[in-house]
């Protein structure tokens, strides 16, 4: 928005919320360098809230919050137990979303962070440029260290700031500032609730913002180091924020689920196929060629579909509904997967295309014999499977570990109704009457998590390096090609109509019909 952009109509609520613990020195000079010139643009009210302090911080707010020293309303509360530094945030923000204010500043009692700011935090907020604004004490070359923040917690602070930036896709200067200004819808569509009660609880949120698809803004601010910042040990700091920010980067991977991230603004994460990298869609693709015509159970979005058909095959499309996008199938077939497939369907069909769909039947078992009994499957024709290995190695060590949760996406995405290993789905297969004709492993979907990049291309090679030596264990999909196996019905079928055909036939050609591949 430029500087010219119109602002929103009518008065903004701005709620100045301070968090107190142990502030009873300093409580009063917080509160009296709010600047009255706030009012011009906000209807102000200051919401400080002591977290059980040992001291008189309560007591010294609210003997200040009776006068009318100031020009706008104070309102004390006391938490009767303490809740950690992330759960006295979550009693503040709750208080702005109940009482419906437009924005919300966090402020430190411990006056670390200055207040005479708030009038430049708040503009990207007022004139609806940002979602968050975060206060940055090292936007500004040598500023972190002139207001006397320790050597080590400096160093500390670029190092965390980097690694959260390189995992989170950010390019924030700091990580670690309290002083931040959140829109209150903003706060409202996300489960900050979840949130952990201690310091890391700003790391979280920060996640859930990105997560959202909220805009964050930063404004450089002055460093001034208080003393709230010991309640805090920065070894047990630095390890949770590490900790957390891996744990949503795995769940990006489809590795991990945690509740609390999930809050993208989209209702599930949307199919994206892998085509330009080792997985069950460009082993399909790999292995089919033009000419050929082929069946897309469980076609999705269409990728794989238009895919094939770019390489000249002749592809029908069956689904529950038509992909929200257009794709030239040969034909298309809207059907439940969890009732019989249409008489015909498969008739003088090259391949037919089971890739993630097995997990999310209902009867895996009914569908895949029911497929064999059909009539017009042939013998020769080779169907494609591919779902997901439970047994992966990051499965195993959650469940070891006493996690099993399922998600939106990964092994464990929440539509499967059924899990498979590897020995689990070749025997779904060949006690249906198919015969496995191959077996492969097929490495975690790196480049969707990472993007396309020396790391991603790097741990695909570990990955399938892996996957060489004990797939079972290391392999995130399995892949197979199965044919069926000619039922009795079949057999009975092909001696009847070959036999008359070898008593006529000449010594030298004993069974014309088998040398020409006739047999189904």
């Not at 979280?204 to 460093?223: F, H, K, S």
Request: some cysteine.
């Amino acid at each position: 928005m430029s500087d010219d952009a119109p602002l929103p109509v009518g008065r903004l609520r701005l709620l100045v919320f301070i968090v107190a613990c142990n502030a009873a020195r300093t409580i009063e000079s917080v509160l009296r360098r709010i600047p009255p010139a706030l009012v011009e643009h906000y209807d102000i009210e200051v919401l400080a809230i002591d977290d059980a302090s040992p001291d008189a911080t309560f007591e010294t707010a609210h003997r200040l919050s009776g006068r009318d020293a100031f020009p706008f309303p104070v309102t004390v509360l006391r938490n009767p137990a303490d809740q950690g530094y992330g759960g006295n945030q979550k009693i503040g923000f709750r208080y702005a979303i109940e009482n419906r204010f437009d924005f919300v500043a966090l402020v430190h009692g411990d006056g670390r962070y200055a207040p005479e700011c708030l009038p430049d935090l708040a503009e990207p907020l007022r004139r609806g440029e940002a979602d968050a604004v975060f206060g940055s004490r090292t936007m500004e070359s040598g500023a972190a260290k002139a207001g006397g923040m320790p050597r080590y917690k400096r160093i500390g602070n670029r190092a965390l700031t980097a690694f959260r930036n390189r995992a989170l896709g950010l390019d924030l200067s700091e990580f670690h500032s309290g002083y931040r200004l959140y829109s209150v819808p903003a706060l409202a569509a996300i489960p900050f609730a979840l949130n952990a009660d201690d310091f890391h609880f700003d790391t979280e949120i920060v996640i859930q913002l990105v997560r959202a698809g909220m805009r964050i803004r930063e404004r450089a601010i002055p460093t001034y180091y208080g003393d709230e910042i010991s309640h805090a040990n920065a070894l047990r700091y630095g390890c949770d924020v590490a900790l957390t920010t891996l744990r949503a980067r795995l769940q990006d991977l489809g590795l991990l689920y945690d509740r609390k991230y999930d809050c993208r603004a989209d209702d599930g994460m949307p199919y994206r196929p892998g085509l330009d990298f080792p997985g069950p869609h460009s082993e399909a693709v790999a292995r089919l060629h033009a000419g050929q015509r082929v069946v897309d159970i469980g076609t999705g979005d269409g990728h794989v579909a238009e895919a094939l058909i770019a390489k000249g095959c002749r592809v029908t499309g069956v689904e529950r509904a038509p992909p929200g996008r257009r794709v030239d199938f040969e034909r298309f077939l809207a059907h439940d997967l969890d009732t019989p497939l249409p008489d015909g369907l498969l008739e003088s069909v090259d391949a037919v295309l089971l890739l993630d769909v097995i997990e999310r039947l209902r009867d895996p078992e009914w569908f895949v014999e029911s497929l064999r009994a059909r009539p017009d499957l042939a013998t020769r024709t080779e169907i494609l499977v591919s779902t997901g290995n439970v047994a992966f190695a990051v499965t195993r060590f959650g469940l070891l570990s006493g996690g099993f949760n399922y998600g939106k996406s990964g092994i464990l995405d929440r539509t499967r109704t059924r899990l498979f290993t590897f020995a689990t789905v070749r025997r779904l297969f060949r006690q249906a009457g198919f015969d496995v004709v191959e077996r492969k492993g097929l490495p975690a979907p790196f480049p969707l998590a990472l993007g396309r990049g020396a790391l991603a291309d790097a741990l695909l090679a570990l990955n399938r390096l892996a996957i060489r030596i004990w797939p079972g264990l290391f392999a995130y999909r399995i892949f197979l090609r199965v044919r069926k196996r000619p039922t009795l019905a079949d057999l009975l079928t092909d001696a009847r109509r070959l036999s008359p055909v070898r008593a006529e036939a000449p010594p030298e050609c004993p069974n014309p019909l088998l040398d020409q591949g006739s047999i189904r």
